[in-house]
């Protein structure tokens, strides 16, 4: 059963950066691509970035491009998600979420996920 762990969220000023932490327990990470969601009190979930299977592929939606940046550390069993240069329009909770197993591509749609974390919450403004 993939679990996990999200942190890294919190209050920052337009402009500023935060770091999204999502530990992947109970599986190898090797074996599932991993996106990142958000959603606004209000507004559907919508894809924020992801990174395929074989770590050698990402996706980035148009409002993040330039901004954000994903990452995976295999090791340590973490995909992180770097957020520079935040508008008040990022503010959401955050997800990390998993596809199924051995499935190789990234996915923008959420129906491609089977398992979610709980999420953080990420609040830009001044």
């Known amino acids: 059963q993939v679990q996990f762990v999200e942190s890294g969220g919190g209050l920052v000023q337009p402009g500023g950066s935060l770091r999204l932490s999502c530990v992947v327990t109970g599986v190898t990470l090797r074996d599932y691509g991993i996106g990142w969601f958000r959603q606004a009190p209000g507004k559907e979930r919508e894809v924020v970035s992801c990174?395929?299977?074989?770590?050698?592929?990402?996706y980035y939606a148009d409002s993040v491009k330039g901004r954000f940046t994903i990452s995976r550390d295999t090791t340590m069993s973490t995909v992180d998600l770097q957020m520079n240069s935040l508008k008040p329009e990022d503010t959401a909770r955050y997800y990390c979420?998993?596809?199924?197993?051995?499935?190789?591509?990234?996915?923008?749609?959420?129906?491609?996920?089977?398992?979610w974390g709980q999420g953080t919450q990420v609040t830009v403004s001044s």
């Open positions: 990174i395929n299977r074989g770590g050698d592929s990402t």
């Open positions: 979420a998993s596809r199924p197993k051995y499935a190789y591509v990234c996915s923008g749609y959420s129906k491609d996920y089977n398992n």
